[in-house]
């Protein structure tokens, strides 16, 4: 058993980045300041891989370009690298913490409930949505199932139905209609615009784009319940009383925080984790932390949980610090390093065109292309899994 125990809940985007920076860098720093001290991570999360899905829109609608086994990675051949000593990965999903005893229960893999100990939380657990397409629940099983039902059926679909207005429905109704521009593709906004977190002239620039190649744009409608026909087709129920029939229906809206067996006290209004916007420090709660989805400081988005990895391992290793032989929390290789919101910031393609904005400054098209549309960012899955992303702090 380790002197300190930290433990991250999720093995996704969040909780591998992080684990891998607290591997290479956080616990080399603690044991520059007592090097008799052990330290192990365990990393809790349903899969054995990671799952890149910001690359599932041309996954989905064109998998010659981008086949579905290059988004999903083995992490556990990357993490093999660091001793047992040091580190475990326990599959199954947290369903109840005790902040007073310090204690996990985890429901396993294989069905069984297991008690894990912390002296150190790190919650990345992200958000939950309806659609497998989008949240990982198990071994990715459903997720594949899911994908490989839309492989056979866009080809053939003459109507396709996508809900949500976001980045996500965005791309793939235009990576859809790119690939099958004879099917007859509409998106439905829940908002009165796609795209509502960017500028009103960047969700202007992006609906004129879905219009051009043919794809019809619902605001300010949403789904009520969807269901399969023996058929293959799906029925749509709408908020308008209405409803639609259609070849291929995909959910893309955004998810909920998959907080729910967390303490209450620690979550807001929203089921977020109450999180102080510049250390990832969870408010109130000692030895705790949050990023991502899950986080009140995340706006969402893989570039804010990317954007979270240094700060909140920094976080956690300067209070681990501070209570070595009443230390100050200083070390080499420990300082801190505060988290910034990427506000406006998101880039969105659309075909061979699309819109963006960094920091709420607009970016041409064609560089939205060459930055993200051309690739999906494929190459960061791998470098993600193995931690290359965080190889220097």
């Known amino acids: 058993m380790s002197d300190h125990e930290i433990v991250i809940l999720g093995a996704n985007f969040g909780g591998l980045?992080?684990?891998?920076?607290?591997?290479?860098?956080?616990?080399?720093a603690l044991k520059s300041l007592d090097f008799s001290r052990s330290y192990?991570?365990?990393?809790?999360?349903?899969?054995?891989?990671?799952?890149?899905?910001?690359?599932?829109?041309?996954?989905?609608?064109?998998?010659?370009?981008?086949?579905?086994?290059q988004a999903i990675v083995s992490h556990s051949e990357y993490f093999s690298n660091y001793s047992a000593s040091d580190y475990s990965f326990v599959q199954g999903l947290a369903t109840a913490v005790d902040g007073f005893s310090k204690t996990?229960?985890?429901?396993?893999?294989?069905g069984s409930t297991d008690t894990l100990?912390?002296?150190?939380?790190?919650?990345?657990?992200?958000a939950t949505s309806?659609?497998?397409?989008?949240?990982?629940?198990?071994?990715?099983?459903?997720?594949?199932?899911?994908i490989s039902r839309l492989h056979s059926s866009i080809p053939k679909a003459e109507t396709v139905l996508i809900a949500g207005g976001g980045?996500?429905?965005?791309?793939?109704?235009?990576?859809?209609?790119?690939?099958?521009?004879?099917?007859?593709?509409?998106?439905?906004?829940?908002?009165?615009?796609?795209?509502?977190?960017?500028?009103?002239?960047?969700?202007?620039?992006?609906?004129?784009?879905l219009k051009g190649f043919g794809v019809t744009v619902n605001h300010k409608l949403r789904t009520v319940s969807a269901v399969r026909n023996d058929d293959g087709t799906t029925t749509v129920n709408l908020t308008d009383g209405n409803y639609k029939i259609v070849d291929v229906y995909i959910d893309a809206t955004g998810g909920k925080p998959n907080t729910g067996f967390l303490p209450a006290k620690w979550l807001d209004s929203t089921g977020r984790v109450k999180t102080d916007l510049e250390s990832l420090r969870v408010t109130g709660?000692?030895?705790?932390?949050?990023?991502?989805?899950?986080?009140?400081?995340?706006?969402?988005?893989?570039?804010?949980?990317?954007?979270?990895?240094?700060?909140?391992?920094?976080?956690?290793?300067?209070d681990i610090a501070r209570e070595l032989k009443g230390g100050t929390g200083k070390a080499k290789g420990l300082q801190e390093k505060k988290f910034k919101q990427m506000?406006?910031?998101?880039?969105?393609?659309?075909?061979?065109?699309?819109?963006?904005?960094?920091?709420?400054?607009?970016v041409p098209s064609f560089l939205v292309w060459t930055m993200k549309g051309k690739t999906f960012f494929i190459d960061q899955a791998k470098k993600i899994a193995s931690g290359a992303v965080v190889e220097k702090p």
């Open 17 to 28: 980045g992080t684990a891998h920076y607290i591997l290479k860098h956080t616990i080399p």
């Open 40 to 69: 192990h991570v365990t990393v809790v999360g349903p899969s054995t891989s990671f799952y890149f899905k910001i690359a599932m829109p041309r996954v989905i609608a064109d998998p010659s370009r981008i086949d579905l086994d």
């Open 104 to 110: 996990i229960t985890v429901q396993l893999s294989n």
């Open 117 to 126: 100990r912390y002296d150190s939380l790190i919650i990345s657990t992200g």
């Open 130 to 146: 309806s659609s497998p397409l989008w949240t990982v629940k198990d071994d990715l099983s459903s997720t594949r199932a899911e």
């Open 167 to 209: 980045p996500v429905g965005v791309e793939l109704a235009g990576e859809i209609a790119t690939k099958y521009p004879k099917a007859r593709i509409t998106l439905l906004s829940g908002t009165d615009r796609v795209l509502p977190r960017l500028s009103i002239g960047t969700s202007g620039r992006a609906e004129s784009s």
């Open 285 to 318: 709660v000692k030895g705790v932390y949050a990023l991502g989805d899950a986080s009140s400081a995340s706006l969402g988005g893989a570039i804010d949980t990317g954007a979270s990895y240094a700060p909140v391992s920094n976080s956690l290793g300067m």
């Open 343 to 362: 506000k406006g910031t998101q880039l969105v393609p659309i075909g061979k065109n699309g819109v963006g904005q960094i920091m709420g400054y607009r």
